[in-house]
């Protein structure tokens, strides 16, 4: 099997889902936008909020006029800046020693200061507080709260029921509150002097021009948004209205919409991930598929099978599939075209070798002079070669036939092997033969002429391969209903690339520069014990002895019944 | 003088051939086409021929010419001379009467000694079988002579080729014959499968007549031997 490098398939479409990651990113865009929007929508609200309680004041100069009488308050320097007026829950009104701490007593004006708490109350917004200043920057009324209840705000939503509701409490909102920072209700909401009497909106209101600002409470959890507009009395300014509000209630909408966001974006980015990681596996899994037929499409004897994976396919891997199919059926005519060729060839030769051979015959049969004769012994050697490879051609096709034709009978395979290799002794004088061979008959079916001549080539094979004086390993073994019959060698080992191909017709592994042998090689003899292991229906292989000093071909029979 | 018939499309081989048999002394006659030897054969027929299977146009017209010729004649030798070797072509060119089937591999000095022992068949026929001449084990008796064989005193219809086999194997008793001996002593080149098929059809001849017959022993790895009865 082929090492793939790099990404594969699947990996690659899982990457190209995270540009589903731009969805949030646009949607935490438009959230901002979102936000500023209602962050100024807030502000001129409560502009118009403070210009609408100053509206009511106007030109009431009998609420502010006692006022104007009476003492300046001291300066801001002079009262202590964390001295501020802490908010009672209640609407309270500034004669409260408690209210106004250290400031003087607003004496004589009970009913103006009821009535403008009345009128602030009745200007009151949600949330907001309202709150009124004399030129003299002292505190008339207050009303209102910048606590929200929650509770019973109408914005929040009450938390989800059943399995959504459990991993909204479990998952998502413990994420979010990690990523997002809800705003908080638990802030210093005390109005500190210097808001009320250093704040640039009073300051501006009190000359006359409505002003806003952005301010964080003391404590810095919570920014709060204060207009304020001037009262008019005529043409003189007699006092300010300030309306404050936290940015909470927009951070809880903001937050809300990016939770909202984030939820639909989680599901989407996972629903798309899930679908695309779904549609990769089985794209991969197909190719994948497709390429282990592929690869496994030529079997070890080179025979050709059918594609199978994808064949019906409409798709692109269908046309890969098909045009595999197309390339491996004309692999296999062209590997039917080669081994024919040993057979036409040999057919096609043997004429002009005749030629030759009887023009040489009738040459000799003249009265030659010695020195002519050395070419004609010369010529007909070349002639011997040939006629030995034409032979050796033939044998394969003319096995071919024979199989064809042979009857099959049980034969006792032990008797065989050990018949062969008593003849081999003789053969193949410079070689050792050694032999292990079970005692009882290893019963095979199928010719034993046939199997003779498999051990002929495998040992002819072995012989070749190994230096003289080197002993070869015959060996017959039975191993689960098989009898494994196998020749080792001492000799040079196959090349890995080789190992699969060498019973098939035309290879070679031998190295025809060096060996300077006579006899010419055309790698049909393990072709030849090929084709006859697979009339008896056994498997051959060729393997590098365990020691790496050789080769061991091993032919495993199925026995007979 | 003997007077051979050579059917052969070849020019070159067919000459050759006919220099060869001219120099033993034969008188020869070359043809290049079925029909053009046929008419020759109806007015005179040769003393034996050597045919080729493909000639020109016809595939196995080499077939047919042995057919017509034996019919015209139960005795004239036909040798079969050509480039198939294919077992199927052996045994249909020997069904249909011929003496000897030779492939073109064969080389002159063979051929010769081939249409020599053939002639000198045909010359001892007639005489009466000297005893020096006749190999006898136990059922078996070969003419050398007349290179004939019979078993049980009936005669097996053995080929030149399948005479000079079994001759091989019955020379020298018990002794193995390895595939190339059995080759050379037949005046063959083959390959080793033709000798095993060539084996098998003398085991078949020798069966037809006695079905008992298993007097020639396969030595796997080594080759034949003759098991005396």
């Given at each position: 099997m082929a090492i793939r490098h790099g990404l594969s398939i699947r990996t690659k479409l899982l990457l190209a889902t995270?540009?589903?990651?731009?969805i949030p990113f646009v949607g935490f865009e438009y959230v901002r936008e979102m936000e500023n929007f209602l962050r100024a929508g807030q502000e001129q609200t409560i502009i118009a909020a403070a210009r609408a309680a100053a509206l009511a004041l106007h030109d009431r100069p009998r609420l502010l006029e006692l006022r104007t009488s009476r003492p300046r308050v001291p300066s801001p320097d002079q009262?202590?800046?964390?001295?501020?007026?802490?908010?009672?829950?209640s609407v309270t009104v500034g004669t409260s020693e408690t209210a106004l701490g250290d400031r003087p007593p607003r004496r004589g004006s009970d009913e103006a200061l009821a009535e403008i708490e009345l009128i602030i109350k009745a200007m009151g917004r949600r949330y907001s507080r309202i709150w009124v200043v004399d030129q003299?920057?002292?505190?008339l009324a207050v009303a209102g709260s910048?606590?929200?209840n929650l509770a019973q705000d109408p914005l929040i939503p009450p938390p989800a029921e059943g399995w959504w509701g459990t991993i909204e409490s479990t998952v998502l909102r413990p994420l979010y509150t990690r990523l997002l920072a809800p705003p908080s209700?638990?802030?210093?909401?005390a109005l500190p002097e210097t808001v009320l009497s250093g704040g640039k909106e009073v300051e501006r209101a009190l000359t006359g021009i409505p002003a806003s600002r952005r301010r964080h409470t003391s404590d810095f959890r919570a920014t709060v948004l204060s207009a304020a507009h001037p009262i008019w009395s005529g043409d003189e300014v007699v006092g300010a209205v300030v309306v404050e509000e936290t940015t909470n209630a927009v951070l809880s909408l903001r937050n809300r919409a990016f939770e909202h966001l984030l939820t639909v974006t989680l599901a989407a980015f996972l629903l798309g991930a899930g679908a695309l990681a779904i549609f990769a596996s089985r794209l991969s899994g197909r190719l994948t598929r497709l390429r282990d037929e592929a690869e496994s499409a030529i079997d070890a004897r080179g025979r050709v099978q059918h594609l199978v994976?994808?064949?019906?396919?409409?798709?692109e891997i269908g046309d890969l599939s098909r045009s595999f199919s197309t390339v491996l059926e004309r692999l296999a005519q062209y590997n039917t075209y080669l081994e024919r060729m040993a057979d036409r060839l040999s057919h096609e030769l043997r004429t002009p070798i005749a030629v030759v051979s009887s023009s040489l015959d009738n040459l000799r049969?003249?009265?030659?002079?010695p020195d002519t004769s050395v070419y004609i012994d010369r010529a007909e050697d070349g002639l011997k070669r040939l006629n030995t490879v034409l032979t050796r051609m033939r044998e394969a096709t003319r096995l071919e036939q024979i199989m064809r034709e042979v009857d099959r009978e049980r034969f006792d395979l032990a008797q065989v092997v050990s018949g062969c290799v008593g003849g081999y002794t003789s053969a193949f004088p410079k070689h050792r033969f050694s032999i292990s061979v079970p005692q009882q008959p290893v019963w095979l079916f199928g010719s034993a002429d046939l199997v003779a001549q498999l051990l002929d080539k495998v040992v002819e094979n072995a012989v070749d391969f190994s230096p003289p004086g080197e002993s070869i390993e015959i060996t017959l073994l039975l191993r689960d209903g098989d009898a494994a019959l196998s020749v080792a060698n001492v000799g040079p080992p196959l090349p890995e690339t080789m190992q699969g191909q060498l019973?098939?017709?035309?290879?070679s592994v031998r190295d025809h520069a060096k060996d300077g042998k006579s006899t010419p090689h055309l790698g049909l003899g393990l072709f030849m014990v090929r084709l006859i292991a697979e009339f008896h229906r056994a498997r051959v292989l060729a393997t590098n002895r365990s020691d790496g000093k050789g080769v061991v071909i091993s032919v495993v029979f199925p026995q007979a019944m | 003088m003997r007077r051979i018939a050579i059917v052969e499309d070849n020019e070159v081989i067919r000459e050759n051939y006919a220099d060869a048999l001219r120099r033993q002394g034969y008188e020869v006659a070359v043809y290049g086409a079925r029909e053009e030897a046929m008419r020759a054969f109806r007015t005179r027929l040769p003393d034996l021929a050597v045919v080729d299977i493909g000639l020109a146009d016809e595939v196995d017209g080499g077939f047919t010419l042995c057919r017509e010729l034996r019919a015209m004649s139960e005795t004239v030798p036909i040798i079969f001379l050509t480039a198939r070797d294919s077992d199927f072509d052996m045994v249909a060119g020997l069904r249909l009467g011929a003496d000897d089937y030779l492939t073109k591999d064969i080389s002159l000095p063979h051929l010769l000694a081939r249409i020599a022992a053939l002639f000198r068949r045909i010359d001892v026929l007639s005489s009466p079988p000297k005893h020096d001449d006749v190999l006898t084990r136990g059922p078996l008796t070969l003419d050398?002579?007349?290179?004939t064989a019979s078993w049980n005193s009936r005669t097996v219809d053995l080929t030149l080729t399948e005479f000079w086999m079994v001759h091989s194997l019955v020379k020298f008793l018990g002794h193995v014959k390895n595939r190339d001996q059995l080759m050379s002593e037949a005046n063959l080149v083959v390959d080793d499968s033709t000798v095993t098929s060539h084996v098998k059809r003398i085991r078949k001849k020798f069966a037809a007549i006695d079905?008992?017959?298993?007097a020639i022993d396969t030595v796997y790895g080594m080759g034949y031997r003759w098991k005396e009865g």
């Open positions: 995270l540009v589903l990651g731009l009262a202590g800046t964390g001295d501020a007026l802490h908010e009672p829950d003299q920057r002292q505190l910048l606590r929200r209700e638990d802030f210093d909401d994976q994808g064949s019906n396919a409409g798709d049969q003249k009265n030659l002079e019973f098939e017709s035309m290879i | 050398l002579k007349r290179l079905p008992a017959f298993d």
